[in-house]
Nanobody, 126 residues
Framework: QVQLMESGGGSVQAGGSLRLSCAIS????????MAWFRQAPGKEREGVAR????????VYTESVKGRFTISQDNAKNTLYLEMNSLKPDDTAIYYC???????????????????WGQGTQVTVSS
């Protein structure tokens, strides 16, 4: 089993920054792909960024490119999401997730991810 716990959410004004953290514990043997998703009220969960853990390859959804950075600290078993130039449209609950299949072949198909954190709220005001 894998446990994921997000932290770092909060309320900021547009243009501000936040850094989310995801503490990873438990069985880390099949940690091939980690991702950040978000879900705004009334909307479907969407992928924000993912990282292929063995080589660091990253992919971002178009709306966050150039503003968000996903990274990992394997020594600390922690996943990060650095968010800059935040916009009101970034308001959502942010989740970290682990896909235990081959590489990041699940893409941003959230139903295929095996483990999820409880989420952390990010609110951006205009």
């Amino acid at each position: 089993q894998v446990q994921l716990m997000e932290s770092g959410g909060g309320s900021v004004q547009a243009g501000g920054s936040l850094r989310l953290s995801c503490a990873i514990s438990g069985d880390t043997r099949n940690r091939y792909c980690m991702a950040w998703f978000r879900q705004a009220p009334g909307k479907e969960r969407e992928g924000v960024a993912r990282i292929q853990t063995f080589d660091g390859t990253t992919v971002y959804t178009e709306s966050v490119k150039g503003r968000f950075t996903i990274s990992q600290d394997n020594a600390k078993n922690t996943l990060y999401l650095e968010m800059n130039s935040l916009k009101p449209d970034d308001t959502a609950i942010y989740y970290c997730a682990q896909y235990s299949g081959a590489y990041c072949s699940a893409g941003f198909q959230y139903r295929l991810y095996n483990y999820w954190g409880q989420g952390t709220q990010v609110t951006v005001s205009s």
